[in-house]
């Protein structure tokens, strides 16, 4: 079964800072897609990236930065220099090849003050 | 190019009544997902329609809730009677396909069951 872990419930951290959310996935297929959202107070959910299981390439944009690693099944993602338009929570998500269906971590409460 | 709507976007009711949420997906988007997020949880799927037929209700708790996409465009979700236990956002996505195409989500409804 596939299950999508972010052990950190809350971080709080002040303008300008750096700051790494943490992802662990586990999954029995070989090929599947990992993925982060972003929900601001408003609630909708906003797709970030989407990175598939055979390309382990980090990705960097703007501010945002992704490290995923299958070795450690981890997918983490950092905000450099970080914005208080930065506060949300951030959802990790898996989705196995051939499938619709989302399977979401809990999320991270992201709370960048002035 | 215009989002997912819901309405409303804010509903309280007492346990034991009923209520019904709408969703309009983008235009063209043959998929259309509800999902369940429970306060301090990722969503959750509760239904996945490819236009008007079902495609994945497992996890749809069938004996109060229902779900309808009669003309493949936009949704209704229903729960009749409502459990203290659905306060929660039902949020609706949709996506041009199943499988590898990336869902959109709407702002969701904030339902409160007192």
């Known amino acids: 079964a596939q299950k999508v872990t972010q052990a950190q419930t809350e971080i709080s951290v002040v303008e300008k800072e750096d700051v790494t959310l943490d992802c662990v996935y586990e999954t029995r297929d070989t090929t599947y897609y990992l993925f982060w959202y972003k929900q601001p107070p408003s609630g909708e959910l906003v797709f970030l990236i989407r990175?598939?299981?055979?390309?382990?390439q980090n990705e960097i944009s703007g501010r945002y930065s992704w490290n995923f690693q299958k070795s450690t099944s981890s997918f983490n993602f950092t905000i450099t220099a970080s914005q208080v338009v930065d506060s949300a929570v951030y959802f990790c998500?898996?989705?196995?090849?051939?499938?619709?269906?989302?399977?979401f971590g809990k999320g991270t409460m992201l709370l960048v003050s002035p | 190019e215009a989002g997912v709507a819901q309405s409303p976007r804010y509903k309280i009711i007492e346990k034991r009544q009923s209520v019904a949420f709408w969703c309009n997906p983008i235009s063209g988007h043959a998929t259309l997902y509800w999902y369940q997020q429970i306060l301090g949880q990722g969503p959750k799927l509760l239904i996945q329609f490819q236009n008007n037929g079902v495609v994945d209700d497992s996890q749809l708790p069938k004996d109060r809730f229902s779900a309808e996409r009669l003309k493949g465009v936009d949704s209704t979700l229903k729960i009749q009677p409502a459990k203290l236990e659905d306060s929660a956002v039902y949020l609706c996505?949709?996506?041009?396909?199943?499988?590898?195409?990336?869902?959109?989500f709407g702002p969701g409804t904030r339902l409160t069951v007192t």
């Open positions: 990175r598939n299981s055979f390309d382990e």
């Open positions: 996505a949709s996506s041009h396909g199943q499988a590898n195409y990336e869902q959109y």
């Open positions: 998500a898996l989705r196995e090849s051939g499938y619709s269906t989302l399977t």
